[in-house]
T-cell receptor, first 112, second 113 residues
Framework: KAGVTQTPRYLIKTRGQQVTLSCSPISGHRSVSWYQQTPGQGLQFLFEYFSETQRNKGNFPGRFSGRQFSNSRSEMNVSTLELGDSALYLC???????????FGPGTRLTVT | DQQVKQNSPSLSVQEGRISILNCDYTNSMFDYFLWYKKYPAEGPTFLISISSIKDKNEDGRFTVFLNKSAKHLSLHIVPSQPGDSAVYFCAARAIQGAQKLVFGQGTRLTINP
């Protein structure tokens, strides 16, 4: 069974721009969560989508948004990028939500 | 406000011995705890979990212990193998209205031959 895939793997953007990251979950998984990992803050939960609905949300500003499609694929969007948004963005999928999750390799976003 | 703390940034253990990774938490609303392992350039890999109604869960070489009164979680790896060298994260799930997962900062485990 194929794992969680994330595209692109690396991205460089300029402050003020917006970015869209993509995640394809494991086949059959309906829950997709997004995380931000930085050296200073560690791994932080952004939000979770289940059956195209945002079910849970972490403490991030509204510039961070996402959506899930009917095939469970998910996208995350960050608008008006700031230098502090430079991080590894991880996507995780699971069968039933915030239990055992399977992570993708991440997208490394650098904001200059 | 660090609700989940892994106070040891690194740990070095001899191959074949026991590795014990510790995690403390402050939020009594956490109901489910998980351990993940992370290799460089890869996403975290789920290892083992435990519900707050249990105090121990075992899976092969990995055992997680939960002490709710002390708000303390530990992962035991026996025997430790070179392939266990990685960063280990503990995570806790809170149900306060909506759910969220809170991760510790991670502990880098090095297994020495």
């Amino acid at each position: 069974k194929a794992g969680v895939t994330q595209t692109p793997r690396y991205l460089i953007k300029t402050r003020g721009q917006q970015v869209t990251l993509s995640c394809s979950p494991i086949s059959g998984h309906r829950s997709v969560s997004w995380y931000q990992q930085t050296p200073g803050q560690g791994l932080q939960f952004l939000f979770e989508y289940f059956s195209e609905t945002q079910r849970n949300k972490g403490n991030f500003p509204g510039r961070f948004s996402g959506r899930q499609f009917s095939n469970s694929r998910s996208e995350m969007n960050v608008s008006t990028l700031e230098l502090g948004d430079s991080a590894l963005y991880l996507c995780a999928s699971s069968l039933r939500g915030l239990y055992e999750q399977y992570f993708g390799p991440g997208t490394r976003l650098t904001v200059t | 406000d660090q609700q989940v703390k892994q106070n040891s940034p690194s740990l070095s253990v001899q191959e074949g011995r026991i590795s014990i990774l510790n995690c403390d938490y402050t939020n009594s609303m956490f109901d489910y705890f998980l351990w993940y392992k992370k290799y460089p350039a890869e996403g975290p890999t789920f290892l083992i979990s435990i519900s707050s109604i249990k105090d121990k869960n075992e899976d092969g070489r990995f055992t997680v212990f939960l002490n709710k009164s002390a708000k303390h979680l530990s992962l035991h790896i026996v025997p430790s193998q070179p392939g266990d060298s990685a960063v280990y994260f503990c995570a806790a799930r809170a149900i306060q209205g909506a759910q969220k997962l809170v991760f510790g900062q991670g502990t880098r485990l090095t297994i020495n031959p």
